[in-house]
């Protein structure tokens, strides 16, 4: 370490034993001088005392006087800091700038210093300066609390984490100046004790600050001069070793030819770089423990990062000295940091030592202790992390292919299959170089070999043998895709993986099995549409990009390839497995990637016309939808008219086209014939034939062979007799709906006649109304495909047919009446909105199945979403959608996320009509409650505790801006009020109305009220009262003294309602964030809006309430004091308020009103103390809570705080940076054992996997960053 006599007392260096913060940084290359200038007495000085600083370089007439630095004046001895200027404009050349400085150190080095410290300040971001006067007589912490008061604190902003142009390049140049630096000055000033001891000090001191600012740039500062340090000590590394062997040379001479005076030079030369290497290390020494051993466990997530940062680049390029266990340590520990650009820095370190082999010899002990670690970060929740740690252990898997188990291997395995591209390419690399690169000697003999002979066969294999044992068969492409850029020569050898499918195996050689054929089929299929269409499966990427020259040019040479070989090569594939469906449906897929011009210029029409025959075949022999859809959708890709195949493709399908009609049309004649029974054969025949027709119809347009007729006749028998097999209405209803949608398409393409448009007019509605008998029918897939059909063709002919200029569609516009709404509103609620174990016909009887189960789930959702798109589009009336919304709570888990959104749209739509549909629900569910337990229900019972939280979730779904809902929550309350007074008790006033606790419901929606209108609806709510009920305090009418106490809320304050204050917390905090709505609104707009929705109030404004007196609360806001009135509450709400006509009470009126008063405050108090305590209970459970902000806790602790948090029971065993000696030096010392032990770590539960027997368990992704 750096003596102590000679550190200056105005930069106190700490001896070893203390303990400050430090930092890392980052250093370019010494370009030219290998050698170091001898050090005599002018390189190396002794300091000056704190009296002497004043006297250097005043010297009259030199250039560098106390006033001129660099030629710049000084005013008050204050510098004008060009040095940060010119590093900030970073366009000088960083060379020239450091020059400039040394050249003013040597005439002056307390100025040049002082222009030094003052960059450091300044790059902080802190206006203060320091000048020459505190240089001299203030110690290192006063400098720096001098500096700390003078900090801008307004702005958190500083150099390093500024925006804009002029600091994006910043942090480069000003660690580039940090390097050349220590570069330009490595072979002599950095010797002379003073220069770098006081930089030092100042760093370290710098990075003990509470400012995070200070902290921050020091710390970079002070890693960045430990990487140069680094390079410098490396250099001395390399002339120590030189000259040692330069004198072992001259020394091993004969003595007659031996020169001694050489011996002596060289003798003083490794005596000089010697202690050059021990003050080299004593720098190091003091950055390491005054700034890194703290500072790499900072409270910032950037300052933990850069120290791990540069410890990387340490250990890699100084291995000899840094890459131990006693550094690598620290690496370890900081892969548990709970901030993912930590741990992300953390794996790019390593990931430079892993990369040279010759290094992994030290890595074996680090390996072993963190390799799980490693592992598990392959699922951490930052997907960067997740793809840095599967490339680390590509890394390692390279270095030593034993240290990794097969469990470890597996882990990664199962990425491919990840939806995140880039962790699924990284685990695609990996899994390629455990299984695939290795190739043995004996392939090297065959490498020219194609076909089934080439050394891919073998790994293409193996490929087959991993996706089945994946067992994720539906994810072929998500395999190739993973795999598309490592493996693409393996891929891409089509002839290799025909070949396996067509020739037999050679001798001794293992024939593949069905399975693994159908899986070989699957993976060809996969490579040649990535080939063809060059972008990822669905899932993954953002969509298609657009390619470049080569990718193109790569793209025709594919698909050229692909055309010449399966042109040749498909009918043979066909022929071989056409009885086996699977295989089949991919093969048929492969024309719809084919080069069709290569047909022709090819001379391959040969070939086509046995792959026509082929799927004539097919047809003729399959009843399975798939494989008759490929063959359908491979006709339509071969129909090209651009091509001229098109009349030889077009003939063979029309004549297919014609045999199945004239089939279908003589077999339905004699399944419909009158008198007999139809059996099973006709009725099979007549479903095969149909199947296929549905099929070609898909994507054919068969319009000419007029399949409307039949269709419907055989509709029509089903619907008279009732015994029309299933299947056959299915595909009866799925064909005539095809039928009509492409009349529809050739009437909007072309002009039409209106003969055309009518008898189109006359299908649809026949067509709608076969649907709506089958809705009734007994089997529930029959009813299911009814209902779907009929939801897409209210939806094609609804009224937003005629949108784009469309008009002449107008007499094609369907609207379906109410009885057909009703009995579709009906179907939703028998078979959508049921428990899962009832639904036994959509699950086959396989309840236990997961899979069914979810599958039965999915066609659900979609019944449902084709209904709520009728209701979002205005096809049917929007009150239908209150059956739906009232199934929120029950079924959120199924299908909470389809209504919502419905609720979304249909408010888009008209806010007020949803504000009433949805009250309409909770009025239907009131009622619904009622029916079942009676007037004299419990409130508190969990029905009625339900229905008030669905209208909680209904309220939270208004947002915060209460301006845009307004007039829609005001109709909501009057609609509310008129409900709960609707039914008067039959036994008298006395007694309570049927529906009053609805109140309590309706009470939930005030908090959505603005403050004028909650005194206007309190006066509407007046109307319906009388005297007697406004004295009432019985349980039974809690219910309205809760509701009027909600309107209350904030009449006499610019307070909320009590109820917005409790469910809607965070509320605050986003008006905070949020500018206010009413400042783009202007009040005539407001006022002439609201004119309409008064008029519930106008109507009754001649009448007076009975008995009843203006209450006092309701104050104006023009009493109030004018900071406390809101923008919204500057102008006249929504509904007028009354005009004032009281007429004198009578004296007994005066007296019960005072009494009536009195009593009512007392039970205010009370419901206001249990409505309070409702809602905080209530508050625990949330479902969809929109409008509260997530409380997000500050996760990161407080420099100070976190500092004493962990310092708290560590024990750092820091070793000293103790150089690799040369030959002639002294042994190193040993490595301690325990630089892993757990009990150095922050947190006991980062280790708890590397300690004792504790084997590391797979985290779930998210649950493994924990903090360090």
């Known amino acids: ?96 700038v450091v020059d400039d400085w040394i050249e003013s150190y040597k005439h002056d080095r307390d100025i040049a210093l002082l222009d030094l410290i003052n960059f450091f300040i300044q790059c902080s971001g802190c206006k203060g300066v320091v000048t020459a006067e505190m240089f001299r007589h203030m110690q290192n912490s006063e400098i720096i609390r001098k500096m700390t008061e003078e900090f801008d604190e307004d702005s958190g902003d500083y150099p390093l984490t500024m925006a804009g142009p002029q600091w994006k390049k910043f942090k480069s140049s000003f660690c580039e100046f940090i390097g050349v630096l220590v570069r330009q000055c490595q072979y002599s000033i950095i010797y002379d004790e003073y220069m770098m001891d006081t930089v030092i000090s100042l760093l370290t001191g710098l990075s003990d600050s509470q400012v995070r600012a200070f902290r921050h740039t020091s710390t970079l500062a002070a890693m960045k001069l430990m990487t140069a340090l680094v390079n410098v000590a490396l250099n001395l590394s390399i002339n120590m070793d030189n000259t040692q062997r330069q004198y072992e040379a001259e020394r091993n001479k004969i003595i007659g030819k031996r020169a001694n005076d050489r011996l002596e030079l060289l003798l003083q030369k490794r005596k000089e770089l ?15 423990k005054g700034v890194f051993v703290h500072r790499y466990r900072d409270a910032i997530a950037e300052i933990r990062a850069i120290c791990i940062e540069e410890i990387g680049i340490w250990m890699k390029m100084y291995s000899d000295a840094f890459l131990n266990d006693s550094y690598l340590k620290y690496v370890g520990w900081t892969m548990h940091d709970k901030q993912g650009e930590v741990r992300l820095k953390c794996l790019t370190a390593l990931q430079g030592l892993y990369y040279n082999k010759e290094l992994n010899s030290k890595l074996e002990l680090f390996t072993s202790r963190f390799k799980d670690r490693i592992v598990s970060m392959t699922l951490d929740k930052e997907y960067d992390v997740a793809v840095q740690a599967i490339k680390l252990l590509t890394l390692v898997l390279q270095s030593s292919e034993e240290v990794l188990t097969a469990e470890d291997c597996e882990n990664v395995y199962h990425l491919v299959y990840s939806a995140h591209r880039p962790v699924a390419v990284a685990a695609g690399e ?65 002839e290799c993986m025909n070949s396996l499918l067509l020739e037999e195996p050679l001798n001794g050689e293992e024939p593949l099995t069905d399975r693994q054929e159908s899986a070989l089929i699957e993976i060809m299929l996969c490579t040649i549409r990535q080939a063809a269409e060059c972008h990822p499966p669905v899932g993954r990427g953002t969509g298609k990009r657009v390619l470049t020259a080569k990718e193109k040019k790569t793209q025709l040479d594919d698909r050229t390839k692909i055309t010449e070989l399966f042109a040749v090569a498909l009918p043979q594939l066909l022929a071989k497995y056409s009885v086996d469906a699977e295989k089949v449906t991919n093969l048929l897929q492969l ?21 026509l025959r082929q799927i004539r075949d097919i047809v003729e022999k399959h009843t399975d939808i798939d494989v008759l859809e490929a063959c359908s959708k491979t006709y339509h890709a071969l129909c090209n008219e651009e091509f001229t195949i098109f009349n030889r493709v077009d003939i063979a399908r029309s004549q297919l086209i014609d045999e199945l009609a004239d089939k279908f049309n003589r077999l339905l004649e004699d399944f419909l014939q009158e008198g007999e029974e139809p059996d099973e054969d006709d009725a099979y025949q007549v479903l095969s034939t149909l199947k296929r027709i549905t099929a070609f119809h898909n994507a054919h347009d068969l319009s000419r062979w007029d399949l409307f007729g039949c269709n419907y006749k055989l509709l029509k028998t089903g619907i008279e007799n009732g015994d029309m097999p299933e299947q056959i209405v299915i595909h009866a209803l799925q064909c005539t709906h095809y039928v009509i949608l492409w009349q529809l398409a050739k009437i909007t393409e072309s002009s039409s006649t209106k003969e055309d448009l009518l008898r189109l007019k006359k299908q649809m509605r026949v067509f709608c109304q076969i649907c709506q008998h089958y809705l009734t029918n007994v089997n529930t897939a029959v009813k299911e495909q009814a209902f779907t059909i009929l939801c897409d063709v209210l939806m094609i002919f609804s009224h937003q047919i005629m949108t784009g200029g469309r008009d002449m569609l107008e007499p094609l516009v369907y609207t379906p009446d109410s009885s057909l709404q009703s009995e579709l509103l009906s179907f939703i609620l028998d078979h959508v909105f049921i428990d899962q174990d009832d639904d036994n016909n959509s699950a086959d009887g396989q309840q236990d199945d997961e899979a069914s189960k979810i599958e039965a789930l999915h066609k659900r959702r979609n019944l449902l979403a084709a209904f709520c798109k ?25 299908y909470g996320d389809i209504i919502k959104e419905t609720m979304s749209k249909t408010r888009q739509i008209d806010k007020i009509q949803c504000a009433k549909t949805l009250i309409l629900s909770l009025q239907q569910l009131f009622n619904e409650m009622i029916q079942e337990n009676g007037y004299n229900f419990d409130r508190s019972s969990p029905t009625f ?36 007074f609707k039914e008067p008790n039959p036994q008298g006033e006395s007694h309570p109305p049927l529906n009053l606790a609805f109140l309590d419901i309706l009470s939930e929606f005030s908090s959505k009220l603005l403050r004028q209108d909650k005194r206007t609806v309190y006066v509407y709510l007046e109307k319906f009262m009388t005297f007697q009920m406004s004295l009432r305090r019985e349980d039974v009418w809690l219910p309205l003294m809760s509701y009027r106490n909600s309107l209350l ?147 990161m602790m407080s420099s100070e705080g976190r500092i004493e948090d962990l310092n708290e029971g560590m024990d750092f065993d820091t070793m000293d940076i103790d150089l690799p000696p040369s030959k002639n030096r002294r042994e190193r ?9 757990p009990a150095s770590i922050m947190d006991e539960s980062l280790v708890q996997n590397y300690t004792g027997n504790n084997k590391l368990q797979q985290p779930s992704r998210g649950q493994y960053s924990k903090a360090s």
């Open 1049 to 1195: 809320a904030g009449g006499d304050d610019d307070t909320m309602s009590v109820i917005s204050g409790i469910s809607s917390r965070g509320s605050t905090v986003r008006n905070k964030k949020t500018k206010p709505a009413t400042g783009k609104r202007k009040v005539p707009e407001a006022e002439e809006s609201s004119s309409s929705d008064s008029m519930w109030m106008n109507r009754e404004q001649t009448m007076h309430t009975p008995v009843m007196m203006q209450t006092p609360q309701l104050t104006s806001t023009i009493m109030r004091e004018p900071k406390r009135l809101r923008p919204e509450e500057n102008y006249m709400g929504v509904y007028p308020m009354q005009p004032e006509h009281h007429q004198a009470p009578l004296d007994y009126k005066q007296q019960e009103e005072a009494a009536r008063q009195q009593q009512e405050r007392a039970a205010m108090n009370y419901v206001k103390l249990r409505t309070n305590l409702q809602h905080a209970i209530r508050r625990g459970t949330s479902l969809m809570e929109d409008d509260e902000e997530p409380i997000v806790e500050d996760v």
């Open 1 to 96: 370490m750096i003596a102590a006599p000679e550190i200056p007392t105005d930069f106190t260096l700490l001896q070893e034993s203390e303990t400050h913060f430090s930092s890392d940084t980052d250093f370019e290359d010494i370009e030219g001088k290998n050698q170091k200038q001898g050090k005599g007495k002018t390189c190396k000085k002794g300091k000056k005392g704190p009296a002497e600083k004043g006297k250097s370089g005043n010297g009259g007439g030199k250039p560098g006087g106390p006033n001129r630095m660099n030629g710049h004046h000084q005013q008050n001895g204050v510098e004008n800091m060009m040095l940060f200027e010119v590093v900030k404009m970073g366009k000088s050349a960083m060379q020239s």
């Open 945 to 980: 505790s339900g229905i008030k939280e669905l209208a909680r979730r209904f309220a939270l779904t208004f947002g915060l801006d209460q301006l845009k809902t307004r007039e829609a929550i005001a109709m909501l309350h009057k609609d509310g009020i008129e409900f709960a």
């Open 591 to 611: 024309p719809q990637y084919f080069d069709l011009e290569i047909y022709t210029t090819g001379r391959l029409e040969k070939h086509l016309d046995a792959l």
């Open 1229 to 1237: 010392t040993e490595l301690k054992p325990d630089f892993f032990d």
């Open 870 to 894: 009728l209701i979002v589009y205005t096809v049917v009336e929007m009150n239908t959608a209150a059956d739906i919304f009232k199934q929120y709570m029950k079924y959120y888990n199924d």
């Open 430 to 494: 990996f899994l390629y170089k455990k299984l695939f690169s290795r190739r043995d000697p004996e392939d090297d003999g065959i490498l020219k070999r194609r076909g089934r002979q080439s050394p891919n066969a073998n790994l293409v294999k193996t490929l087959v043998f991993f996706f089945l044992e994946s067992e994720l068969h539906e994810h072929a492409a998500y395999l190739v895709d993973s795999m598309w850029d490592c493996a693409t020569d393996l891929l891409k050898d089509w």
């Open 274 to 288: 010697q202690e050059n290497q021990d003050e080299i290390e004593n720098m190091m020494n003091a950055i390491f």
